[in-house]
């Protein structure tokens, strides 16, 4: 019960809704359990330990499903710009809202390098895709947040 808050706000990032949540909760908590002897050997802080084990269970649903958008490494570069000051800009909680309105890549690619903080290369090799294809996705990500925001407020025009 310790624990459960912490992964159930990280689990809402990555599923499409409460009860994909909940199940990726249920599944890390399995994990957990069963590698519980593994987490000694690491060192590493168990609050981390646990996200990590629930950030990877989320990607290995999202690879299996096969969600990631099909698009040429060529026209997610197009859509990339240096036109994002708005959401650079924005806390996290501020953007949280609008994350469910976002493709699954794109979303899925926001929460690991925004929230996450891991870098292109990293999300790369976890969703086997090139570092470019990542940060033309976040670069997506975040016109597709402005576009949003602007729609909600019409007074935001950078």
């Not at 026209?75 to 809202?97: F, M, P, R, Y």
Request: hydrophobic share 40%; net charge neutral; proline share 1%.
């Amino acid at each position: 019960m310790r624990y459960a808050d912490l992964l159930m706000n990280t689990a809402t990032r990555y599923a499409k809704d409460c009860a994909q949540a909940e199940d990726l909760v249920h599944d890390t908590f399995i994990k957990i359990f069963q590698n519980i002897d593994k987490y000694k050997e690491q060192g590493n802080s168990f609050e981390g330990w646990i996200k990590r084990i629930l950030i990877n269970e989320a990607l290995k649903g999202f690879r299996k499903s096969n969600r990631m958008e099909n698009m040429e490494e060529e026209s997610l570069l197009a859509i990339a710009s240096d036109d994002s000051t708005i959401i650079d800009g924005l806390q996290a909680e501020d953007v949280l809202n609008l994350l469910n309105k976002l493709p699954e890549g794109c979303k899925t690619i926001f929460n690991l390098y925004v929230i996450e903080g891991y870098k292109h290369e990293e999300i790369g090799q976890l969703l086997n895709i090139k570092a470019s294809a990542s940060r033309a996705q976040l670069s997506r990500a975040k016109k597709m947040l402005k576009r949003l925001l602007q729609s909600t407020n019409p007074t935001i025009t950078e």
